[in-house]
Nanobody, 115 residues
Framework: QVQLVESGGDLVQNGGSLRLSCAAS????????MAWYRQAPGKQRELVAI???????NYADSVKGRFTISRDNVRNTVHLQMNSLKPEDTAVYYC?????????WGQGTQVTVSA
């Protein structure tokens, strides 16, 4: 019923920028929050940034000041602007949508930052 389509993952150099996008479609009844998670090899998935229905945002300490999450309520799309990327940001990034009907995940998009 709910589909999440992610885009924007790529290979960039240290200090570069990327913009991830995630578009939600299908039975979107009510979006409580949209978020980006990431998972590096050998590590658990961690929350990177989250934005609530009212627009409040929270960030992991490791990305605060470098990443910005935003949401387009009309298009049901969430973006993650990533600046000053570091090699430790290398991970698979997953879009997450918290709906009244449940929680849904995107397929993930690879972000690789070379030194």
């Amino acid at each position: 019923q709910v589909q999440l389509v992610e885009s924007g993952g790529d290979l960039v150099q240290n200090g570069g920028s990327l913009r991830l996008s995630c578009a939600a479609s299908g039975s979107i009844s009510w979006i409580n929050s949209m978020a980006w998670y990431r998972q590096a090899p050998g590590k658990q998935r961690e929350l990177v940034a989250i934005i609530t229905i009212g627009g409040a945002t929270n960030y992991a300490d490791s990305v605060k000041g470098r990443f910005t999450i935003s949401r387009d309520n009309v298009r049901n799309t969430v973006h993650l602007q990533m600046n000053s990327l570091k090699p430790e940001d290398t991970a698979v990034y997953y879009c997450n949508v918290n709906l009244f009907s449940g929680v849904f995940w995107g397929q993930g998009t690879q972000v690789t930052v070379s030194a």
